[in-house]
């Protein structure tokens, strides 16, 4: 297999996988610690893979998508973060953690866009009961699904598309900058380690 094409079956897998994280299953295969390795594995780089991984559940796990709370997607912003720095002409992986997490602010409000389009189908099955009809609940809650597998596709080919002006920006930029995104890359798992013992009040 190509890596082109390796690397749009990623997509298509995590754009599926991404359900889990809300919509449906909720089994927390959707997790970073989990899609990372999967995707770093299927591309052959395990290590990178979990690494990223790892990052992203750290910069995530804090705030989870339950109820109405729709924060970050972690899902999008691992998956952007491997399809950008794997495969060929690879982004620099300094450069496609911000990227992927940039990207999982998107899905974030892309998904509340979704979100209240689908308050509308309350009235529409209502309708149909009022009306003595089936209300169709199977086929609507495949087709609300198969819309946002869609648009997580969507964004993750998007980010894909802009893996040449992101390589040419990364090229352009100052030394000082290429050299501080790589010590924020070190540094960022104390960095958010230490905000969530925090957080969890385990030191003060």
Do not use: Y
């Not at 594995?41 to 395990?46: A, N």
């Not at 529409?124 to 609300?144: T, Y």
């Amino acid at each position: 297999m190509s890596p082109e094409n390796a690397l749009a079956c990623a997509a298509a897998g995590a754009a599926v996988v991404e359900l889990d994280a809300s919509a449906a299953g909720q089994f927390m295969l959707s997790r970073p610690i989990v899609v990372g390795p999967v995707l770093g594995l299927w591309l052959g780089q395990p290590a990178l893979g979990a690494g990223l991984g790892v990052l992203c559940e750290l910069f995530t796990v804090e705030e989870l998508p339950v109820g109405g709370n729709l924060p970050l997607n972690a899902t999008a912003a691992v998956a952007v973060a491997l399809l950008l720095s794997l495969g060929p002409a690879p982004v620099a992986p300094e450069l496609a953690l911000p990227a992927g997490l940039f990207a999982g602010w998107a899905h974030c409000k892309l998904e509340s866009l979704l979100r209240r389009r689908r308050a509308a189908l309350c009235a529409a099955v209502e309708s149909r009961l009022s009306a003595g009809q089936e209300p169709r609940l199977l086929s609507l809650a495949a087709r609300e699904l198969l819309k946002q597998s869609a648009a997580t596709l969507l964004l993750l080919t998007a980010a894909l598309a802009l893996r040449g002006p992101l390589l040419s920006l990364w090229f352009a930029a100052p030394a000082f900058l290429r050299t501080g995104l790589k010590f924020s890359l070190s540094a960022s798992p104390w960095l958010v380690l230490w905000s969530l013992l925090r957080s969890f009040k385990v030191v003060s």
